[in-house]
């Protein structure tokens, strides 16, 4: 699954936002926006006016969202459920 971080320099949601996103192991591309000014406009097109802004295959958002990225961690963690299953098949 591929996570992108759209960010910009010296900004302190977005070193929060990789930050959390290392913590709870989920792998993700940065792109520098500073350096990407086709890619900004894009994403002000498109309604965005806060870095950072996350995209993942079924969600995006802008700004430092803790919640949604625990949320995003909790679906890419197989359940204890299905882990039992499988342990008890072996």
């Not at 699954?1 to 929060?16: D, I, L, W």
């Not at 520098?32 to 806060?50: F, I, K, M």
Request: proline letters at 7%; hydrophobic letters at 35%; one cysteine or more.
């Amino acid at each position: 699954m591929t996570v992108t971080v759209f960010t910009k320099p010296q900004c302190q949601q977005c070193e929060a936002t990789k930050r959390r996103l290392n913590e709870r192991g989920i792998t993700f591309e940065t792109v520098d926006l500073s350096e990407n000014p086709e890619t900004l406009a894009q994403l002000v097109h498109a309604g965005y006016r806060q870095a950072p802004v996350v995209i993942t295959p079924d969600a995006s958002w802008s700004g430092y969202r803790p919640d949604l990225i625990d949320e995003l961690a909790e679906a890419l963690t197989p359940s204890r459920t299905s882990l039992a299953a499988v342990g008890n098949q072996a």
